[in-house]
Structure formats: C-alpha cells, structure tokens
C-alpha cells in the first residue's frame, strides 16, 4: 500500500468555519482560518486536502520519478493533535492523488468561496473519504521519536522502524471505524465468571484528596451535588447515598507519563453518569461542554 501521513489542525468536521473552527494547529491564511477546514467537504463528488509541507511533497518516494507531477492510487491518512497530546489519526482518503506542488482550484463551489480557499494538494472522490467521529480518534502516532512522525506535517514512514505504526493504520482503515455485530444466535448465552489473573498499568489516586475536596464542597454547598447535572445522592437515595458521590480529576492522569502534583482545584465532584460520559470521549469532555449538552 502506498501511504502517506499529512498533520493539520484539529477541527471536529473540516467542512467549513460555519459553526466549527480549527482549534488547535494548522496552517492559516490572513483571515485565520486554516486551509484545511474544507478537507472532508465534498465538491461535486470530491474532496480536496490541504497540507502545509516543507517545500514540495516528495511523491518518488511514494514510487514514482523526480520528474512526475503527481501519483495516484495513495492512501492518505490525516492527523492531527487532540487536547490531551500527541498525534491522532482522524480520517484518511483511499485511492488519492498526491501532487508534488500545491494546485490552484479553479470553479471554486460556494463553500470554498466563502472559506477563502484556493489551493491544494490531495484530491480523491468523496466516497473514498472517511473521517472519523471524535470518540473513535484513538489511534496515536508517535512523534519526534525513531520510527515516527517528524517535524515536518508529511510524513512518508519509510523507515524500517515506523513498519509497527503502519500495520496498526492499516487495520483501522481496513476495519473502518463500524465495527461488525456478531452474529446474534451465536450470543444469546455465554460462560462467565472464571476467575483470571491480569496484569496491568494502574495509575495511583490519593484517597486524602478525594476526602479534602468533599470536605471543601459540604463546607461550601452543605451538599455533594454534581458540577455538572445538580444530582444530589443524599437527595435521591436518602441515607444510603449520604455522603457519596464520585470526585473527577480536570488533568487526566491516564495521559500522564510521570507522577504529577493534584491541588483540590484540579478536582470536580461529580455523579456517576456524568463521569463515565466524560470519560467516554477522547479526548476527554470539560464540565462545560458537558453542561452545554444537557442544557440544550
């Protein structure tokens, strides 16, 4: 598979500023809107990415020669940086043409018009366009490191070492971001409950800090209610939920590579629900975006 790797902004859609923006990342232009805001929006059946290499795209190393102009059949995969860190896949296009210099679109739709945008360096048809939803951009390439992405945003991963990231690429895009249902009758029942040994990275909390930040919201609300939805357990469950209630840290400790130091104001009391659902997404939500949910 011929494959390629081009950085830009995180964005939720790239289809348009109309009610998204880059967040973090990308190439800009005078109005400070990235390029690659419209690369998954569809222009008569076409996608058209925008990456800001270094200079041209070196396509002869994707097998061609130094004289071609383009090469097609490439698979191009999109990253880009999540608020927890590092590099995210977020989408690809299959069977895409690649241009060694950046190309004008001419007969511009109205889209692009009003996004400012004009050049590009990657054209494939919209059904060979996948972006991923933002909870299922999981998949972390490793970067400045041997065998990963660079500083460059184009990425060739020709190196013997970057074989391993690759053939984890590969099998997201082969196995899409839907994964197949079992075959129901098969499942209707299944052993369970045989007792296993497994081993694995737990990353340690402090009890202390736990009981200190209820302390501080009982001595400040007189109630262990959610930041984010108002449940109260006490309220709802009487004296069995006295005093309970789940405590959230704002800095996720799983992305921490070394232990770090936690302040009561880097806590949040929280419900049960509320705390899986911020944990769902990746990466993770913030109580206000939570509340903006609930509240809409």
């Not at 995180?10 to 109005?31: H, P």
């Not at 990456?51 to 059949?73: A, N, R, Y």
């Not at 999540?82 to 190309?103: C, F, H, I, L, S």
């Not at 490191?145 to 099998?171: C, F, L, M």
Request: hydrophobic share 35%.
């Amino acid at each position: 598979m011929k494959i390629l790797f081009c950085n830009v902004g995180w964005m939720q859609k790239y289809n348009g500023i109309q009610g998204d923006s880059i967040e973090r990342g990308g190439s800009y232009n005078n109005n400070e809107t990235g390029h690659e805001v419209c690369n998954f929006s569809s222009v008569r059946g076409r996608v058209y990415g925008y990456v800001q290499p270094t200079g041209q795209i070196k396509i002869e190393k994707l097998g061609v020669k130094k004289e071609d102009e383009f090469i097609s059949g490439v698979t191009v995969v999109w990253t880009a940086g999540p608020e927890t860190g590092g590099t995210a896949v977020v989408g690809w296009y299959k069977n895409a043409t690649v241009y060694r210099d950046y190309q004008a679109l001419e007969n511009r739709a109205k889209l692009q018009k009003e996004n400012g945008l004009n050049h590009y360096w990657v054209m494939a048809l919209a059904d060979d366009a996948t972006l991923l939803p933002l909870d299922e951009r999981t998949l972390l390439i490793p970067r400045a490191v041997k065998g990963g992405i660079g500083q460059s945003n184009v990425w060739y991963a020709d190196s013997p070492e970057s074989k391993k990231h690759v053939s984890r690429v590969i099998k997201l895009i082969e196995r899409g971001f839907l994964e197949e249902l079992p075959d129901i009758d098969r499942y209707l029942s299944g052993k369970e409950g045989n007792p296993r040994l497994v081993t694995h990275l737990k990353r340690e909390r402090s009890p202390k800090l736990v009981k200190a930040k209820k302390k501080e919201a009982l001595k400040k609300t007189g109630k262990l209610c959610c930041e984010v939805c108002d449940f109260d357990f006490k309220a709802t469950y009487g004296e069995i939920g006295e005093g309970f209630c789940e405590v959230h840290h704002l800095k996720q400790l799983s992305k921490a590579d070394v232990e770090v130091k936690t302040e009561l104001k880097d806590l949040a009391v929280v419900c049960s629900n509320c705390h899986r659902i911020i944990h769902k997404q990746n990466p993770m939500l913030k109580l206000e975006q939570l509340r903006r949910v609930i509240n809409k």
